[in-house]
């Protein structure tokens, strides 16, 4: 007789959404990049030694030039970069974490095509991260139904074309996403290691282990922060080692630090600083920041579709306060406090559009709109936007 566990992990029939979904994004996907690949080559936007390392990692047989090379912009080239040849302290790559690139160069050897090996990579990881939502919110308590409604307003959302591109998005939601599942069902070894590997991908996984911490107090431990004896049986539950667990996503970053050190490769904040000119800062500094950059600077097109995916995002997060489980909350607002320490970015709000994609508790409050007509109109002029950036993407606009 089969497990509990391998029944409850076999392909359901209610994934095939999922799939669908995915399937017909990534192929609107490919048509374009096609389209932009046939016509007049643009012009790169981004140049030098990154650029030029990546670009001898290229396959130019007729498949790679209009289905494959066309995804070669911006991060890309950095990812490629790292995979092929690795870290160098004088430029710039330290400010990457290692998980995706390492992911990218073991493929990439056995396939002999890293630009391709890297799509290979982020849209495995984006079907995933479409199933794993819907599990998510189904265990959220959504229906089957809202579930969908899920899905689909999370691959709609204008920068949701990042999950196709080789870029880490799909890798980090898909690893932040099993952390929770694995948390909600108290496999606690399993969701801080999924954690780690969240943290390898993007620095903001770090976040999980207070997010993990905070589902084992209230889970496992029951705790109650004005309940009589809470405390005692609080110390109870720490003899026990699965709270060690949680500690991982942070345990990860620190060491990863501790690496960098050792290997006199300088730290990410340094990195950040001195190569790219953005400097860290406390939360409320970066949103006093952000504040005089929105009433005293000019503004490019991307501004105005960052800054409406943000006050978008904190609307539902707003709702979300009373209709979200409060550990979701702060997965969210955690999330939203680390974007706005970067103090000094180029642009209004730096990549804004793409960062939101991590906050996927707004998504399960935009499944719960009751009015269809208004999540249609929602998911229109989401999937419109997508198109819009897309394109700009693949021909060397700066959208995110």
């Given at each position: 007789?089969?497990s509990?566990q ?12 999922c ?19 046939s016509?007049?080559e643009?012009?790169p ?7 030029i ?15 494959v ?12 970069k ?9 430029d ?32 495995f ?9 819907y ?18 307003s999370?691959?709609l ?11 880490t ?31 390898l ?22 705790f109650?922060?004005?309940e ?9 539950f ?11 996503p ?27 000119g ?29 800054l ?16 979200l489980?409060?550990v ?17 970015p ?29 999540r249609?109109t ?13 394109m ?9």
């Open positions: 007789m089969e509990w391998v029944k409850r992990w076999r392909w359901k029939r209610e994934w095939l959404l799939l669908s979904i995915f399937i017909t994004l990534r192929l609107i996907a490919s048509v374009i990049g096609y389209m932009i690949a016509g007049p643009p012009e936007l981004s140049s030098g030694p990154i650029n390392a990546s670009e001898t990692l290229l396959h130019h047989d007729r498949f790679s030039n209009l289905y090379n066309v995804w070669k912009h911006w991060d890309t080239d950095w990812y490629l790292i995979a092929a040849f690795g870290y160098d302290p004088t710039g790559t330290v400010s990457y974490l290692p998980l995706y690139p390492w992911l990218v160069g073991k493929l990439g050897s056995l396939t002999g095509n890293f630009l391709l090996s890297a799509l290979l990579i982020s849209n990881a984006a079907l995933a991260v479409f199933i794993l939502f599990e998510v919110a189904l265990i959220e308590g959504l229906t089957s139904e809202q579930a969908g409604f899920a899905v689909l999370l691959a959302f204008p920068s949701a074309f990042f999950f196709f591109a080789a870029y998005d799909a890798l980090f939601l898909a690893f932040a996403l099993g952390a929770w599942l694995a948390a909600r069902r108290r496999l606690w070894l399993l969701a801080g290691v999924l954690g780690g590997f969240a943290t991908t993007r620095l903001q996984g770090s976040l999980l282990m207070p997010v993990l911490g905070l589902l084992w107090l209230t889970d496992v431990a029951g109650r922060l004005l009589p004896g809470t405390w005692r049986k609080l110390l109870t720490l003899r026990t080692p699965t709270w060690l667990a949680t500690l991982i942070g345990l990860v970053f620190f060491g990863w630090n501790l690496y960098l050190k050792a290997a006199n490769l300088g730290n990410v904040t340094e990195m950040l600083a001195t190569h790219w953005i400097r860290t800062v406390p939360p409320w500094t970066g949103i006093g920041l952000f504040l005089t950059r929105l009433f005293n600077t000019s503004r490019v097109f991307v501004d105005y579709i960052d409406g995916t943000l006050v978008f995002i904190l609307i539902l997060l707003g709702f979300g306060l009373r209709r489980d409060p979701l909350s702060l997965y969210a607002w955690l999330n939203l406090a680390l974007f706005f320490m970067r103090g000094t180029p642009h209004l709000l730096d990549s804004f559009s793409r960062y939101m994609l991590a906050v996927f508790p707004a998504f399960l409050i935009m499944a719960k709109i009751p009015s269809r007509a208004a249609v929602l998911w229109t002029i989401s999937f419109l936007l997508q198109i819009f950036l897309l700009g993407f693949l021909d060397w606009r700066w959208v995110a």
